[in-house]
């Protein structure tokens, strides 16, 4: 059997007894043990565990980092061993951070050269990305090229833009975008759809911020006169315009076209002619020649006409120009005024229902229901039909015509001839109630020349001079034009038309232009000054680049032959003409005068009865004195005289006079 242990005894101290004292005992102080107690009851214990500093159990936190399989097969954990540094006090630690920083101004920079070529590989490589393979993909590269675009590298900033406008160039779809609506965003849709329309607000989204870019771009170095950067290559505003320029001729059919022609209208406000202003001008003219459905051309053409409005028709003549090359010169067909368009009638509509075929119910269903689809098909491929296109080019032609006749009525002196071309240029398109204004204005026009009340002498262009010589010639061949863009029968029946103002103005400057020294010049012309007069200065021509011996011909061409009725000029007009011409082609240079003798020769050929007698004195119809200075055609009494300035012209020193006096004069004495 087991031994049980013994039972451990305590020696208890007896309790003290009275009178005894046997033995010690260890309550002897009672009395201070007691105190002891007493002040232990009024400590604060928790405030003292509070206060007593706590040791950090860093080797106790949580290890991040996986245990790893040793070469033994044991999993064993990772220690991390970390370092802490002891801060002695709050102005070593920064001391320490002060020290810290300055080693990081001191990283290595990169070349300027450098980075041109790593941000030129980061965008060819988006771009690539972009257009080489899926576009929808790649929806945040239009962010990411936009980026390079805010750098501050001026390089860097044109490589940005070119990029932009290459990629802009190839992803840009055939169609116009259109936002969604809200119902559009609620319409539950397909995947492909939903990813479709994703791609297609990026798009428009990334096109937008670039054009507005190019437009604030498009405004530095406005007040300089070159086009050129510190580097030596184009600024940042030429290479602006340039990319506006490309967009707005490459992809006029897409979103933001209103944007892109403020730009180039911005531009051509200004009267400082550079390389951005010829662009700009010309793109303006390529964009009218390639329209096809008229919208465009009706944009530009407003803002055109706003713009000049605003700056009361302050702008260079090759601006006003630029409505020449409008499609609508020669596609349209109604005539026009500022306010209203003469549409003709359709007289083929009555024929058309008669012959109407008979279809049953069934057959009118279907065709119903072709048209709808054909209608949709035509939205689609974004054709635009006859009847749209028209009435775009109807107001883009009240638009034109509007801002010609404001030019008249304020006499512009530097767009006169711009305006009167025009007008000539646009004769056939001109209704009549358009017709009668013009006439009205054109004779003030001429009346206001002859007592030179029009110019006056503080105006604001003092570098333009008008001459007034040019714009009368040009009045009046404006106005004769006119008269043959309009129905003859209809207009002689509403109109009372009465042209002989233009006439006896043109017969009584006759003398004046043939001793005009500067009549075979134009604006292209070199003009040297004379010696003779040192304060002599030739100013610019430009009122018309044609010069002034062209538009005296042009002029006479429309009244002695006419090309609708030649045979219907009066014998008075003719002879007096005839007369005046012979004593003027004495005054001419060589080329003009070969030039008057030529068209003397087919004004003979073609009313050669009405002038034979000034060729013969024993053959004279009228009696008294020739008055070659009247100022009146009739009464000047032409066939009184004779044409003695053959013989003068047939000793002329240039051989093509002589051939061409040869020729008048066979072309009179054939008849006999």
């Known amino acids: 059997m087991a031994r049980v242990p013994a039972v451990k005894r305590r020696k208890l101290t007896p309790p003290p007894t009275d009178g005894e004292d046997s033995s010690p005992s260890t309550l002897d102080n009672a009395p201070e043990t007691s105190a002891f107690f007493k002040q232990a009851s009024s400590w604060n214990l928790e405030q003292d565990y509070e206060t007593r500093p706590r040791k950090g159990k860093k080797k106790d936190q949580e290890s991040t980092r996986l245990p790893i399989k040793t070469s033994d097969g044991l999993i064993q954990e990772l220690e991390v061993t970390e370092e802490v540094k002891d801060v002695e006090s709050d102005m070593e630690w920064l001391g320490a951070e002060e020290s810290e920083e300055e080693p990081v101004e001191q990283k290595p920079a990169v070349p300027m050269r450098q980075q041109i070529l790593e941000a030129q590989e980061e965008m060819a490589r988006i771009a690539l990305m ?14 990411a090229l936009a980026q390079f675009g805010q750098s501050h590298n001026t390089t860097i900033k044109k490589l940005a833009l070119r990029v932009q406008l290459a990629v802009y160039k190839d992803v840009i779809p055939g169609y116009r975008i259109r936002p969604l609506s809200e119902e559009d965003m609620e319409t539950k849709v397909s995947k492909e759809v939903r990813k479709l329309r994703a791609y297609e607000q990026a798009l428009v989204g990334g096109y937008q911020g670039y054009i507005r870019e190019l437009s604030k771009l498009s405004q530095c170095g406005r007040s300089g006169r070159s086009g050129s950067s510190k580097d030596g290559g184009l600024s940042l505003g030429s290479v602006a315009i ?29 009267r400082m002619m550079d390389e951005d202003f010829v662009k700009c001008r010309e793109t303006i003219e390529t964009l009218f020649k390639n329209d096809e459905d008229g919208t465009p051309s009706l944009d530009a053409v407003s803002i055109l006409t706003r713009m000049m409005k605003e700056r009361s028709y302050r702008v260079d003549e090759s601006v006003l120009n630029t409505f020449l090359h409008l499609r609508l010169l020669t596609e349209f067909s109604w005539r026009a005024s500022t306010n209203h368009i003469d549409k003709p009638e359709n007289k083929f509509e009555r024929k058309m229902k008669e012959k109407r075929v008979f279809r049953t119910k069934k057959e009118r269903k279907l065709m119903k229901e072709r048209k709808v689809v054909e209608k949709e098909m035509e939205q689609a491929d974004a054709t635009v039909s006859h009847e749209d296109r028209d009435r775009m080019q109807s107001e883009t032609l009240k638009l034109v015509f509007v801002t010609y006749l ?148 042009r002029s006479l061409s429309s009244i002695l032959t006419p090309a609708l009725a030649a045979r219907a000029v009066p014998p008075l007009r003719i002879a007096a003409f005839t007369k005046q011409l012979a004593t003027t082609s004495l005054h001419l240079p060589e080329k003009s005068c070969i030039a008057m003798t030529t068209f003397l020769g087919r004004v003979t050929k073609t009313q050669e009865k009405k002038v034979a007698s000034l060729w013969n004195t024993e053959e004279r119809r009228g009696d008294g004195v020739f008055d070659a200075l009247t100022g009146e055609v009739e009464g000047s009494n032409p066939y009184a005289a004779t044409i003695w300035e053959g013989e003068l012209l047939r000793k002329h020193f240039s051989p093509s006079v002589r051939d061409g006096v040869k020729v008048m004069e066979k072309n009179v004495l054939g008849l006999r």
Not at 130 to 143: I, N, R
Not at 245 to 268: A, M, Q, S, W, Y
């Open 130 to 143: 972009v257009t080489q393979e899926d576009p929808e993909e790649h929806v945040g590269s239009f962010k």
């Open 406 to 553: 404001r030019i008249l009525k304020m006499r512009s002196p530097h767009l006169m001839g711009a305006v009167l071309e025009g007008l000539a240029r646009y004769a056939h398109l001109i209704n009549q109630d358009l017709f009668g204004d013009l006439l009205e204005a054109l004779k003030d026009l001429i009346g206001h020349a002859e007592t030179g009340d029009d110019v006056e002498e503080d105006s604001e262009d003092i570098e333009t001079e008008r001459n007034l010589t040019r714009e009368a010639l040009l009045c009046i061949i404006t106005a004769f034009a006119l008269l043959e863009g309009q129905d003859s029968a209809k207009a002689q029946a509403t109109l009372s038309l009465d042209l002989s103002f233009f006439i006896t103005h043109l017969y009584r400057t006759l003398h004046a232009l043939s001793l005009n020294p500067d009549i075979e010049l134009s604006a292209k012309s070199l003009h040297l000054p004379d010696p003779n007069m040192p304060t002599w200065t030739h100013s610019e021509n430009k009122v018309n680049i044609q010069t002034t011996t062209v538009l005296l011909l």
């Open 242 to 270: 340039s990319c506006a320029c490309t967009l707005l001729v490459e992809v006029p059919h897409f979103n933001f076209r209103g944007d892109l022609l403020k730009i180039l209208v911005k531009k051509l406000s200004t």
